[in-house]
């Protein structure tokens, strides 16, 4: 029952932007901290952006941080991640997050930056 569906995802030119959006079902949304991950082909998996249970606190990686923004809005139950300015290495597969009492993911979506 518990779901997290990323969306969002798809390809654009460096320089660009997209949103990403992670909707949350089946478990008490504003007690969990939310993040994006990344994985590209290759590499590890890449802790991207967090966001605490209540949108308060915010953390980004080095390599992201002054371009993405993460929010959340409770009352829709999903996590947003504006990503501006992107870039070729940017280009993974992003996944929704969540964490508490439980560890729940998302399937990923695809984010190809490219000229």
């Known amino acids: 029952q518990v779901q997290l569906v990323e969306s969002g995802g798809g390809l654009v030119q460096p320089g660009g932007s997209l949103r990403l959006s992670c909707a949350a079902s089946?478990?008490?949304?504003?007690?969990?901290?939310m993040n994006w991950y990344r994985q590209a082909p290759g590499k590890e998996r890449e802790l991207v952006a967090v966001?605490?249970?209540?949108?308060?606190?915010?953390n980004y990686a080095d390599s992201v941080k002054g371009r993405f923004t993460i929010s959340r809005d409770n009352a829709k139950n999903t996590v947003y991640l504006q990503m501006n300015s992107l870039k070729p290495e940017d280009t993974a597969v992003y996944y929704c997050?969540?964490?508490?009492?439980?560890?729940?993911w998302g399937q990923g979506t695809q984010v190809t930056v490219s000229s």
């Open positions: 089946g478990f008490t949304f504003g007690t969990y901290a």
């Open positions: 997050n969540a964490r508490y009492l439980k560890v729940y």
């Open positions: 966001i605490s249970n209540t949108g308060g606190s915010t």
